[in-house]
């Protein structure tokens, strides 16, 4: 499965915004899916996951409460709504795809998209 984040930019602290994941190949229906983040000269950081039917979501405790992760599979998109941002979330955002179950380790993700650059303004 081929991913495609999107969706980033520049934003003030305290505003919103989506990102979306496009799968394409694989049906994406068969795939746990995730969020990581990483910024700079820190390691990558588990976000947000869901399940393939989007039934279940798991959130890291950085963003528990302000973020939320969802997942249109007719669409083959999964999204994260970012809301109350704050400057220590700006980080290049990565959506993965597991076909393990869904976790908050990097290695049971096989299929990452490339990133999308988060800013925050303080």
């Known amino acids: 499965v081929q991913l495609q984040a999107s969706g980033g930019g520049l934003v003030q602290a305290g505003g919103s915004l989506r990102l979306s994941c496009a799968a394409s190949g694989r049906t994406f229906s068969y795939y746990n899916t995730g969020w990581f983040r990483q910024a700079s000269g820190k390691e990558r950081e588990f976000v947000a996951g869901?399940?393939?039917?989007?039934?279940?979501?798991l959130y890291g405790d950085s963003v528990k409460g302000r973020f939320a992760i969802s997942r249109d599979n007719a669409k083959n998109t999964v999204y994260l709504q970012m809301n109350s941002l704050k400057p220590e979330d700006t980080a290049v955002y990565y959506c993965?795809?597991?076909?393990?179950?869904?976790?908050?380790?990097?290695?049971?993700?096989?299929?990452w998209g490339q990133g999308t650059l988060v800013t925050v303004s303080s």
């Open positions: 993965a795809a597991s076909s393990q179950g869904l976790a908050q380790r990097a290695a049971l993700y096989g299929y």
């Open positions: 869901i399940t393939k039917s989007g039934g279940s979501g």
